[in-house]
């Protein structure tokens, strides 16, 4: 079957031609004809088989008769709605409608939190038919009214089980309220949970057509998985760099559960030669666009992840990632390693694994229905502990070398004796005999100890004479 057998505008098959698609995947084969036909769709398949192009390209068909080479915004009201749990996923699918609407005269604009909302607005006013958003941001634009959604024929839930995670369920219902109740609503998803289903009949005519084109939760048959065990968490820095250095690794996603970790993670690697950089929703949306440019070029070989990288990033040709930490959610797996082995390729996921991990792997397999191979990692040296002080590390690394002890400084008893109450120290009477008994004198008059040093009885007994008051303050003249 080809993409010719479904009937697309020349202008959208100019495109798809450009982009060297050739046979549409089985997501594509089912969900096309279906929402061209104008039917509601709930779509699942494996990540990384074309879900975006399975509803771009039949809105994109259904949406020609409205296209429009006039400047007016009239012309160009918002007629599509395409909702993304994440920033990354909007601006991907965003990049998508664009490459597929090349030559189509019509318009598209991607609004999401972490910029400034003034370039947005802008584009909003001048009329667009495609709209591609965050829920957040988009609810802002709807509160200073830059964007009327009461000509939406279409809505699209991308990735709804993630939106479902980040609790986004409100507000999606109250996008949903803003919305013509005569619309066609789509919803994809690379995995079914009973929630999702839920969603699906709130959101979802009540008839809406099921499309299943692989297993529940599956992952793609042309990754391969392996597990490496490592005994802590120094040792699963190390691997990493070790990994990405005797495997030869130019392009690889490496994920934590972490913001902090990640940050950390990448250094290191810097630190090891490897260019790596790392993005997480700490990171401002322009640094974490910076980042994944200069990933796709190849600038950065290694990027350090969150989850925000594990939906919808498509990266061509990505080889392997990593998991330096195994997900909490056994459907986060899935998502982290569908990164790898897009489009039929093949790829490599990798996971390291501490002792106190093991619930987590389990549970990942359960999901996937098999075993994942585990082997044991040899690392070629020991990582450094990071409490290790300067001169340990130094002793560690050159045995040979001999520490000079410090000279001890000799202590001085009226400062390191506790403090005591003159009476306490002195006793009375005839305690104070005893303890100052038969004091010397030294040359300048003072009384000294046996040791050489005042005793504090000495030092206190210590008076000066009276002074003379001059007369300008009321003293005697001098005779």
């Known amino acids: 079957m080809s993409f010719d057998s479904f009937g697309l505008h020349p202008d959208l098959m100019r495109a798809i031609a450009e982009v060297g698609y050739s046979t549409p995947t089985p997501i594509q084969v089912q969900a096309i004809p279906e929402i061209i036909a104008g039917r509601d769709v709930m779509g699942a398949a494996q990540t990384g088989t074309g879900k975006t192009a399975a509803f771009t390209l ?17 012309r160009h009201p918002v007629r599509a709605l395409m909702l993304a749990p994440t920033r990354e996923l909007a601006d991907q699918i965003a990049q998508n409608v664009s490459t597929y609407a090349k ?32 829920p957040g941001r988009l609810l802002d634009h709807v509160q200073q009214k830059t964007v009327s959604l009461s000509t939406v024929s279409v809505l699209v839930l991308d990735e709804a089980d993630r939106m479902l995670d980040m609790g986004f369920l409100p507000d999606l219902q109250r996008i949903v309220n803003l919305l013509p109740k005569a619309r066609q609503s789509l919803l994809f998803s690379a995995t079914f949970s009973t929630e999702i289903r ?47 250095k005797r495997q030869g690794l130019r392009q690889v996603i490496v994920f934590t559960n972490t913001k902090i970790g990640a940050s950390r993670l990448a250094r290191e690697l810097q630190r090891e030669g490897i260019p790596a950089d790392a993005i997480h929703g700490d990171k401002s949306q322009g640094e974490r666009l910076a980042t994944l440019e200069k990933f796709k070029k190849g600038e950065v070989e290694v990027m350090v992840a969150t989850d925000v990288a594990a939906r919808g990033l498509d990266i061509a040709e990505l080889p392997a990632v990593i998991n330096f930490d195994l997900p909490y959610s056994p459907e986060d797996y899935i998502h982290r390693i569908g990164r790898t082995g897009r489009a039929g390729a093949s790829g490599r996921a990798m996971s390291l694994m501490l002792p106190e991990d093991q619930r987590l792997l ?35 690394d050159s045995p040979s070398r001999s520490r000079t002890p410090p000279t001890k400084k000799p202590t001085d008893p009226i400062f390191s004796e506790p403090y005591q ?47 003379s008051v001059p007369a300008l303050l009321g003293g005697k003249p001098k005779a």
């Not at 019509?106 to 958003?133: H, N, P, W, Y």
């Open 103 to 134: 030559y189509v005269p019509l318009k598209s604009a991607v609004v999401f939190g972490g910029v400034d909302m003034s370039a947005q607005t802008q584009q909003l006013r001048a009329g667009v038919e495609i709209l591609i958003a965050t």
């Open 362 to 396: 389990i549970d990942i397999e359960k999901l996937l229905k098999r075993t994942i191979p585990r082997e044991k990692l040899v690392l070629m040296r020991t990582p450094r502990e990071p409490s290790a002080s300067r001169d340990d590390r130094l002793a560690v």
């Open 58 to 74: 039949p809105i994109l068909q259904r949406l020609m008769p409205y296209a429009s080479s006039s400047a007016s915004p009239a």
């Open 421 to 467: 109450p003159q009476g306490a120290a002195l006793g009375v009477s005839a305690a104070a005999d005893t303890l100052v008994s038969k004091p010397e004198a030294s040359a300048n008059g003072s009384v000294a100890t046996p040791t050489g040093v005042p005793s504090r009885a000495s030092l206190s007994s210590i008076r000066r004479g009276p002074r």
């Open 198 to 244: 839920k969603l699906a009949k709130t959101f979802l005519n009540d008839s809406p057509v099921v499309i299943e084109v692989a297993a529940r939760n599956a992952a793609a048959e042309n990754v391969t998985q392996v597990v490496y065990e490592v005994d802590r968490v120094e040792s699963k820095r190390a691997a990493v760099a070790q990994l990405v």
